[in-house]
């Protein structure tokens, strides 16, 4: 499937979620609602994946885990923050170039609007 359309069902199913829930719950929360949502799209998808911290020739397990890993090229970093941050956006690009993954989404629930908290990166 073309990512574009992966990340359309993904970006619908946050929206569905974050408007039934609204903000203030555990990132948890929103975890398991938006894997139900994304399953019942089709979408193959997989949860808390282990990234290893690679250096140099050494592979580290260092215990960091994607939140979820949608049709094995999209990785969505879920936030229940009061607003996204840099750290956050190194994280995500981490895990991108770690995993070798072409596209990432992070996505704060903690917003009003979820637009506000959605942010989508590539390597």
């Known amino acids: ?55 140099k020739d050494i592979h580290l397990d260092c215990g960091y885990r994607i939140d979820l890993l949608v049709e094995n090229s999209v990785i969505i970093e879920l936030k229940t923050v009061e607003a996204l941050h840099p750290v956050h956006t190194a994280q995500i690009l981490t895990y991108l170039k770690f995993a070798n ?7 704060n629930f903690n917003v009003t609007l979820l637009k506000n908290g959605l942010k989508r990166y590539r390597l």
Do not use: D, F
């Open 1 to 55: 499937m073309e990512l574009n359309k992966i990340t359309e069902l993904i970006i619908g199913g946050a929206i569905e979620v974050h408007k039934y829930l609204g903000p203030g719950l555990l990132e948890s929360s929103y975890e398991e609602c938006l894997a139900y949502e994304l399953k019942n799209t089709g979408l193959y998808l997989q949860r808390q994946v282990p990234v290893p911290v690679i250096y």
């Open 101 to 107: 993954k072409p596209l990432g989404l992070l996505i």
